[in-house]
């Protein structure tokens, strides 16, 4: 399990960052809605504490897309007039907020639904539209490793905290924006704030993958084992995930 948390996510973000070099930012940021993070914790979740605990889980989880989106809007409102480390901790002020919020009353399914897909729906709406052309700049050779080691160590931190905490907060950490931190500042830092932006927005279209996910685990864990429950949740958010990917070829 230790190595699967130093190599999925890294190797996620060196997949990501080649893509967004080769075919731009709204690529790589509907990639990156991938449950790359949420998957893993929840299965950890599923195997020390049971069915029933990741259920609930998962529940939340579905309901913390608000809470990543939070970030995510964050950052992207804030970094055309401020450095990537104050959009950071911008973005990351409001997502103990959304989180504190959301961990303040215990979300249904169905309330955990709605949260999620009205959070979907309405923020591409509040997105900037910046008049700075996208920059084509390429990413160091440097670069990558760095991006890849930043998100090893906040995986590491998320995973720590998750399984030491109850259902509710293990929900929230399990949609922490580890891969939308590590995208957004490193691509604001190198390609400017345009670039980022156009990834962010497209990140939270790829969240449906990580809602579908979600939704489907909470749905079949009471009723299903682990084992299938988590094969149909996965192959449930590749399909979502095919989907959009085939529409944004087609558009």
């Known amino acids: ?27 790589a940021g509907w990639l990156a809605g991938f449950p790359v993070l949420t998957g893993p914790i929840l299965f950890l979740l599923a195997l020390e504490y ?10 939340v989880s579905l309901a913390a897309v608000f809470c990543a989106v939070a970030y995510i809007l964050t950052y992207a409102r804030v970094c055309a007039r401020r450095s990537p480390g104050l959009s950071m901790l911008s ?23 709605t949260i999620a897909l009205l959070t979907l729906v309405l923020a591409p709406k509040f997105f900037p539209r910046l008049s700075a052309p996208v920059s084509t700049a390429g990413i160091p050779r440097w670069e990558l490793p760095l991006r890849m080691l930043a998100g ?8 720590s905290l998750a399984a030491a905490i109850g259902p509710s907060w293990s929900g929230v950490f399990a949609v922490f924006p580890v891969v939308a931190i590590v995208l957004s500042v490193f691509s604001h830092r190198t390609s400017g704030p345009a670039f980022a932006v156009i990834l962010l927005k497209a990140m939270v279209r790829g969240l449906y993958a990580t809602t579908s996910f979600c939704i489907a685990l909470a749905m079949l864990l009471p009723r299903q084992s682990v084992a299938v429950s988590f094969l149909a949740a996965t192959a ?16």
């Open 1 to 27: 399990m230790l190595a699967l948390k130093l190599l999925l996510v890294p190797g996620f973000l060196l997949l990501i960052s080649l893509a967004g070099r080769r075919w731009g930012p709204e690529v």
């Open 50 to 59: 049971g069915a029933p605990f990741t259920s609930s889980a998962a529940t």
């Open 91 to 113: 973005g990351l002020t409001n997502w103990c907020i959304a989180a504190l919020l959301l961990t303040s009353f215990a979300p249904t399914l169905p309330a955990s639904l």
């Open 152 to 159: 090893a160590g906040l995986t590491l931190a998320v995973t």
């Open 236 to 251: 449930v958010a590749v399909a979502v995930q095919w989907a959009l990917i085939s529409r944004l070829r087609r558009s």
